[in-house]
């Protein structure tokens, strides 16, 4: 005899404001302040009150944008580690109020708050612990004060009645030293209790002691890890043992993880980057690697100095939203027969994971931890989405699963094997016609609790092509598929159909700026016709580099990381000695004396952190191997242990030099190594 009773919760279940989070699946970040209007990422606290300055500022086009492309939320940087307040708060001069910007009447978080309510968009609030610009930071108590007076006076002004209008507040790990050297320990458990009395919807984000709701998946790249288990055990071990990208099996804490990245390579606006929008096969296997992994995808859309967001941006995201509309539009297992192996009984059948309830599910029996369930199809359906939920109310419980398709001849075929469900797993698989498919549990901690079952079919979509460089300057481009054709610029223009048409690999030795698109040829099927954008590649680059000579480095880790590896067009990296101590250096000759405007700095790709990412560095110049010796640039890699992309270093004027050095002054993480993949110079 079944038991029609529900199964007992297991483990660390979510709260009723975790689970509303979840339910939203995707927000806006909007990284907006002086940095903006000077073009750094991180700010130093000295910046004018005057450098902010919006010619057009418009909240109410944000909100517009961000609700028509299916976002639900929006969080601000109300303020950022430069301590620039984006509302007139009472307890610092650095602030809107101080600027000229609408005579220092200007408010950005009550004009946001207000554009969020009248669009339908739940509001987020960023309050940077580090402030590189207050007095008292690295005092202490002192400042920790100033800090809980700033949340307080942010939650209750902008919250609503009682916080209520507030669905986040979001903190990162930033922490530096004060004007007095010393570096700020925060109080995480008052100012947590700041956000539960003023802000009781909210989930705290992040860096915040043992008080957060939601974890960090670990990068800044848009990809949550695989298993992404909701739960966790220690924050301060999981940054250490890959929990922070899959979280621990039956872990103590319910801290699902927030997948936070940029549209953009930068996380401020920078108009050099307006090209450099991720494309939308990017953004699509993004959302997959987030949201169909069961995280909330926290998307930047930088505002521009203009106050709004830019057209670039605002025309990606709203392909986006077509193409998710398009595909999840239909579910051919809606409503579908299910006959399963094991059915704790009338209320909880194989069929109540294809009603479209949210309140129903498909449970096995006590002790059932392998089970399998056969959906059939009313008919025969193309389909390359599987999109499957648990009931997670009652914690999480698969750890294994796959899903077979019943083919043309009636066997079973595996169409996806993959580890947890957890709140969602939306995958892409092969495209396939059938009329029925086989979810198999193959691995449960307690008996399995399915939610949903849906299959969806997504359209193919035209992408953009590869492009390599070689070190003596060839340039391949690659495109996506026979029915393309690809177009080029070299000076920075949009290429179009009347652009250089690509017939092969071409050399260019000088710096530039190439930027390709793929066409569909005559004749091709575009399933997306709406979408008025062409597929683009970028790529900036540096002079060639096959005549170069590395001089000499202070170190080098091993064969595998070699000093000669910056002159070639590879993955492969220079490393130094791990035993070596901070400063690194690395000298080159590039043959000719030549006009250098800056350098492009390109660190390693890394899933994970890069073990030895530079922050401090400095450029030297001279005319020969033994007058290296001119400093040119010197600054920080704003970011570059959490978001490696490309540095550009421009010069304040151009030189004349035959040979550069390079110097890492100060690792990001602590690291006593540097790496670097290419450097470059234009």
């Known amino acids: 005899m079944t038991d029609n009773t529900a199964p007992a919760p297991f483990g660390a279940i979510p709260t009723r404001q975790q689970l509303a989070w979840q339910e939203m699946g995707m927000y806006a970040f909007l990284h907006f302040t002086v940095n903006t209007f000077t073009g750094r990422e991180w700010g130093d606290g000295t910046e004018p009150e005057d450098a902010f300055n919006p010619t057009e500022m418009d909240c109410e086009q944000w909100c517009r944008i961000i609700r028509d492309a299916g976002f639900k939320g929006v969080v601000l940087t109300a303020k950022h580690h430069d301590g620039f307040c984006l509302w007139p708060s009472k307890y610092t001069t650095h602030s809107v109020k101080y600027s000229k910007w609408r005579d220092g009447k200007g408010d950005v978080v009550g004009d946001l708050a207000k554009a969020a309510k009248k669009y339908g968009l739940k509001l987020g609030l960023y309050l940077s612990p580090w402030d590189r610009h207050e007095k008292t930071y690295g005092s202490g108590d002192a400042y920790n004060e100033f800090y809980r007076n700033q949340l307080r006076e942010l939650l209750t002004t902008y919250g609503g009645k009682n916080g209520e209008d507030i669905f986040i507040t979001w903190f990162d790990g930033a922490c530096g030293e004060g004007p007095n050297g010393k570096v700020q320990h925060y109080d995480y458990d008052k100012a947590a209790a700041v956000i539960r009395e003023c802000a009781p919807n909210a989930v705290i984000f992040g860096h915040m002691g043992d008080h957060r709701d939601i974890r960090w998946c670990g990068n800044e790249k848009g990809y949550a890890g695989s298993p992404n288990w909701a739960t966790l055990n220690e924050y301060r071990d999981a940054q250490g043992d890959g929990g922070l990208q899959h979280g621990h099996a039956n872990g103590k804490h319910w801290w699902p993880s927030e997948v936070d990245v940029s549209i953009r390579p930068g996380w401020f606006y920078h108009k050099e980057q307006d090209s450099q929008v991720h494309s939308l096969a990017h953004l699509l296997d993004i959302w997959y690697h987030s949201v169909g992994r069961g995280s909330c995808l926290n998307l930047n859309i930088p505002p521009d100095r203009r106050g709004r967001i830019h057209e670039n941006d605002a025309e990606r995201i709203h392909e986006l939203k077509l193409v998710l509309d398009r595909t999840f539009a239909e579910n051919p297992a809606a409503g579908a027969t299910v006959k399963a192996s094991s059915e704790r009984g009338p209320d909880f059948r194989g069929d109540r994971m294809t009603d479209g309830s949210p309140d129903t599910f498909w449970a096995a029996e006590d002790g059932v931890t392998k ?312």
């Open 371 to 682: 089970c399998e369930a056969v959906i059939e199809l009313a008919a025969t359906h193309r389909i390359n989405v599987v999109s499957l939920k648990e009931y997670t109310q009652l914690g999480e419980r698969v750890a294994a699963f796959s899903v077979e398709y019943r083919s043309a001849s009636g066997n079973w075929e595996k169409l996806v094997e993959e580890t947890t469900i957890s709140f969602r797993k939306i995958l892409r698989t092969e495209t396939v016609e059938t009329d029925a498919l086989k979810l198999n549990i193959l691995q449960a901690l307690v008996c399995p609790c399915i939610q949903e079952f849906a299959v969806y079919y997504q359209a193919p979509l035209l992408t953009a092509p590869s492009i390599f460089r070689a070190s003596d300057g060839t340039i391949t481009l690659t495109p996506p598929g026979d029915e393309v054709r690809l177009h080029y610029t070299l000076d920075g223009s949009l290429p179009t159909a009347d652009s250089p048409a690509y017939t092969g690999p071409f050399k260019i030795r000088e710096a530039g700026f190439l930027r390709a698109v793929s066409l569909l040829r005559e004749g091709a099927e575009n399933a997306y016709p709406e979408i008025r954008t062409n597929p683009e590649s970028n790529l900036r680059f540096g002079t060639a580099v096959d005549e170069w000579r590395v001089l000499a480095a202070d170190s080098e880790l091993d064969e595998g990381h070699k000093k000669e590896h910056l002159l070639t067009a590879g993955p492969e990296m220079w490393m130094s000695g791990k035993d070596v101590p901070y400063p690194h250096w690395i000298a080159i000759d590039t043959g000719r004396k030549q006009r250098i405007r800056g350098f492009i700095l390109t660190p390693p790709e890394a899933k994970e952190r890069a073990p030895g990412p530079v922050y401090r560095y400095r450029f030297l110049v001279g005319d020969s191997p033994e007058t290296i010796d001119t400093p040119v640039a010197e600054g920080t890699f704003d970011n570059l242990l959490n978001n490696p992309v490309a540095q550009i270093v421009e010069l304040d004027s151009p030189v004349s030099a035959r040979c550069f050095r390079f110097e890492a002054l100060e690792s990001a993480n602590g690291s006593s190594c540097a790496n670097i993949v290419r450097l470059e110079l234009f």
